[in-house]
Every structure is written in C-alpha cells, then in structure tokens.
C-alpha cells in the first residue's frame, strides 16, 4: 500500500483525538467524569519574542490537571503588574489571553470570582524569568457552586503578617475549608479561605452553625466564631500569639511604649514593612508589637511614642489592639531643644523622665548665674573709690 494511503488513516485518527479535546464552554456538562490526557501541560506554537499565552481552564474534578474534557474559561480578567495591577487582559472563548512581557518582573493576578477555587496554582503569581513561552502559562479553577461563604483577612502570627502557615477552619468542620490564596507581600498576608456548606459536602456547617478561623491548627486570640452563611464574604482575622496595633503612616521608623505604672520606657516595639504602589513616598506598615508578642511592649493603659528618624513625635497615642489607622492624630515633631532621642540599651528600660527625652533646656541655672553676675558688678561699683 502506498505510503500517502498509509498516513491517511493515522491523521483522520489524530485530527479526530485534537478535536475531541477542545469542547465549548457549555459542553462541560455532557462530561461529568474527565478523562486524564496523555500529557497534562498542552504544548502551543511558540509566539512572538516578548509575549506569554495564559490559559484559564475550568478543573471539573479539582485535581490541578488539565483533562480531557476540561474546557478554557472565557472572560475572565487577569491584572498585570508586581505592585499594582495594569493592562487587564481577557480571556477569549477557549481561555486564552496573550500578554506581552516587561524583560523584567511580571506578575499575574487573577481577579476572583467567588465560588471558584484556584486548583494548578495561586491567583497571584509572577512569572518566572526563564519561563519557556511555547508553554502557555495556565490557571486551574474548579467551581464550588455558590452556597459556600468566604472568609477574607490578615493573617497575623506574634504580631506581624505570617510568611508561612495554612489558614483554615477549626474542628469539626476543619476538612470543609478551603485556602483560596495567600498573598504575601510588603503590606501584610491578605488570605481568601472558601469553606463549604451542607449543600455541597455532607458534614459541612449549616446556615447559622458556627466557624473558628485558624492557623496552622491554632485559633486566633481571641476566637470570634462566624456564622456560616452561604453566598457572603466575611472579613476576620488570622490572629495568633498575640495581636498587635497596626496603621499605616509616613516616615515612622520605630515606637516607643511607655508603661507609666512602672516608669519604663521600652524600645523597639514596632516592625515596620515598606508598601509599594500608589502611595506616598515613606508609607509603611506600622506593627507595634503587643506585650505577649514581645515583653514591656503594647497592653491596654500604656502610652505609644512613635518616632522618625530618632525624633520623637507628639502626641503619644494609646496602644490598643487591631487597625488604628482611621483614628490616629496629626503628628509633629516635639518641641524645640534636644529632640534627638537617646534611647537606652537595647533589652533594658531607662527612666520615664520628660528631661531626658525631648524636654526644653532648663533655664534656671543660666538666670541664677546672671544675678550673681549682676550683684557682683554692682559691688565693685560701690566700692571703688572717687576722685
């Protein structure tokens, strides 16, 4: 048999496997058990120097795998930028979107759609510099359906954002949680947890039936139960090991706590996290610590002095656990004199003394001296003799 006759078979055999996986959007349906694929990261033509294909499909069976079966995901929206998200893209019909590369940091920002839950990879991401671009860069999401609640907040663990660690639910519902994503960054850990009711897993909560945040297995002080209502998002918290007073501010390089009970002075309770994008330059992140977080720091009653660049600032404000940052005063430099603050020995306490940080010189010594002065001219005057 000629050869021609031959290859004819075998490609009406594979054009026929190629179509088979690329079924619309609204195919998903007729396929509710996938079948694994021979290869799990498809292969693309190459594109233009300088360019990146992305490709949103939809995980039917959550397992991070692109199946056969397993359709792309039209219009959804993908911000491009590491510190604030530019040029949004969108996905046409088969999910894809082409991007065109910076040469330097990319970053890849899904926006969320709620009820979905990343399966391949965070929403958040940036692109690796020796990305191989015949690859397309890809995003798994798998629907949860929408009778399931968020839960959205800061995950603080001794008074600072946590680098690692794994928010989610406490028992008896701990294995109906679901971390969405965990964005870690210069502001903080902002986490997303997606946790599932009754009506889509069997021994999750009901409505009204309670959830306690967690991290790592360890609940968060305190522990605020939430009431499980499908359809919302919730703000909370992941808060462990102590809280701390937490605000954002321009040019606050350390805070002072003064425990007026004792008559100390701690230093070095704050941590201070610089934030990118479009903020004032010197915006940061102000953590002042709590004392449970680090000892002589931050308690209910003790008094903040924040200060910048080693001067302190007026007004002293109370420490208190939580975002401050709507309700702090104007700040300004202390009065004229010795400004510049001499802190004592790191891991010791100096004395709560106006004196000695920041008061006006004292001006009694110099008058006394210049009435002795004046007493004296006066004496010498009478006494000297006349012609």
Known sequence: MPRALIGLPVAMLVGGMVLATRIPDGASAATPTPTPSATSTPTATPLPAGTLRILVFNDLNGDGIRDSGEPGLA??????????GILPLTTDASGEAIMRLSGGDDCLSLVREFGWLPTRTNINVRVPPDWDTAQPFIFGLHDLGRTVMELRGE?????VPMVQGVPGIEEPFRSCGHLFFESVGPIGTYTVVVVEGADTH???PRPGESVVPSSDGVPP??????????????????VSNGDSMRFFAAGITDAWVLDQSAGRVTQHCAEVRGVEGFVPPGTARVFVLSDRARPGCGAPGRMVRL????LALEPAIEWRAGDVSQTLPRFEVRPPGDTRVSPPNAGTAGLLDA????ARPNPWPLLCGAIVLAILALSLR?????D
């Open 75 to 84: 219009d959804w929206h993908i911000n491009q930028g590491c510190s604030d």
């Open 221 to 238: 002080t305190p522990a605020p139960p939430v009431p499980f209502a499908p359809g919302t998002t919730v703000a909370t918290s992941w």
């Open 155 to 159: 995950s603080i663990a001794g008074g």
């Open 355 to 358: 004196d000695r940080h920041g």
């Open 307 to 310: 200060l910048r660049d080693g």
């Open 202 to 204: 069997a021994g999750c």
């Open 382 to 386: 009478v006494s000297a003799p006349r």
